[in-house]
């Protein structure tokens, strides 16, 4: 899709002269043994780590643009996302926000699903409005211009400063990790809750949404199941002359905040 888009866009679009991909995380790790291919001792990631053999968006972008000398291009690797967004599937929050609104309508517990080392280990994220001024500045700057880039808020947290937020933004009891015996999967443990989900848009006047539509169980169960820290430094942007930030935290309970707003969640 990529390369039939670029293929009809630049020779006949001249008012065209900056492309911006945004990739992820992904870029970094084998896509068929996910967060193995890198030794430990290469983490964080950083832009100048030797790329896979596998092809990917960035191949195609490069080879899109491969002839032409007026259009410049940057690459953008955000990593977990937190943002506005209730259809995306990388956007772990509406998932989460799901997850413990459930929990209250079935006075529930709000239990940490995942491993001890996402739960205690440092972790980053991406907020939504960050990933779209980084790509204002690469389309704008001339050092921002045919250089990939990783995209993160450029600070690190742990869930578990993060799940206590969750829990009180939505009235309920929470539990951190209690043991490899205790670990569970949200995909699982969220079939079927499709007429509770009903419910709760119905009681609070909410957006139409069907579950499958604003969550993906998958995604949340991969980032608080992982097994290794994976983080990423922003220093190559630093270095180019990007110097947006966010606090993880606040991004948190800002998201939170608007999907209330704008009631997609309760």
């Excluded at 994220?125 to 921002?144: K, R, T």
């Excluded at 983080?231 to 606040?250: A, H, L, P, Q, W």
Aim: glycine share 6%; hydrophobic share 40%; charged share 20%.
């Amino acid at each position: 899709m990529l390369r039939n888009v670029l293929s009809a866009l630049v020779p006949n679009c001249p008012g065209l002269l900056h492309v911006c991909l945004q990739t992820g995380r992904k870029h970094y790790v084998d896509p068929f043994e996910p967060l193995t291919h890198v030794p430990l001792a290469l983490r964080p990631y950083s832009e100048d780590l030797p790329r896979l053999d596998y092809p990917d968006l960035e191949d195609v972008l490069l080879d899109g643009l491969a002839s032409n000398n007026r259009v410049t291009w940057s690459v953008h690797r955000p990593t977990t996302i937190f943002g506005f967004s209730p259809r995306s599937a990388r956007n772990v929050l509406a998932s989460l926000c799901v997850y413990a609104a459930i929990c209250g309508k079935e006075g529930l517990v709000l239990r940490w699903p995942g491993s001890r080392v996402a739960w205690e280990g440092f972790s980053d994220a991406s907020d939504a409005e960050l990933v779209a001024e980084h790509a204002l500045w690469a389309a704008m700057e001339p050092s921002g211009k045919n250089e990939p880039f990783n995209c993160s808020n450029g600070d690190l947290f742990k869930w578990q400063q993060l799940w206590p937020i969750l829990a009180n933004q939505f009235g309920v009891a929470w539990t951190g990790y209690e043991g490899e015996d205790q670990r569970f999967m949200l995909e699982e443990a969220m079939a079927g809750k499709e007429g509770v989900w009903a419910e709760i848009v119905n009681d609070n006047g909410l957006v139409e949404t069907e579950l499958n539509d604003i969550t993906n169980w998958f995604c949340v169960d991969a980032m608080v199941n992982v097994e290794r820290e994976n983080i990423d430094t922003m220093n190559k942007s630093k270095e180019y002359g990007f110097f947006g930030f966010r606090n993880t935290v606040r991004s948190f309970n800002t998201w939170i905040n608007k999907m209330k707003v704008d009631k997609i969640v309760p």
